[in-house]
């Protein structure tokens, strides 16, 4: 059974930064990718930032340029670096994966809350 654990989310202020970890249970090396999405009160979830098995690295506009996505495949562990928060990118964030047959994210965590806010 796949399981992964998000955390790292909470409070923070408008300009700042977190960083969020995506702990697997097993080697991500088996994933044909991973990424993070989130989703606000009354929005639809939208992936951010994504990393397939080959490294190749996709961000959404929303988070260009202020979010980076990273792996350290030795921990089975996927990071999610933000910086300069805006109030708009509170949401629940979610670490997600995908299997080697299909394109779809098929597995997800729990999610973790970050809020921005003054």
């Known amino acids: 059974q796949v399981q992964l654990v998000e955390s790292g989310g909470g409070l923070v202020q408008p300009g700042g930064s977190l960083r969020l970890s995506c702990a697997a249970s097993g080697s991500i090396l088996r994933f044909n990718g991973m990424g993070w999405a989130r989703q606000a009160p009354g929005q639809q979830r939208e992936l951010v930032a994504s990393?397939?098995?080959?490294?190749?690295?996709t961000y959404a506009d929303s988070v260009k340029g202020r979010f980076t996505i990273s792996r350290d495949n030795a921990k089975d562990t996927v990071y999610l670096r933000m910086n300069s928060l805006k109030p708009e990118d509170t949401a629940v964030y979610y670490c997600?994966?995908?299997?080697?047959?299909?394109?779809?994210?098929?597995?997800w965590g729990q999610g973790t809350q970050v809020t921005v806010s003054s």
């Open positions: 997600c994966a995908r299997g080697r047959l299909t394109m779809l994210y098929n597995y």
């Open positions: 990393i397939s098995s080959g490294g190749s690295i």
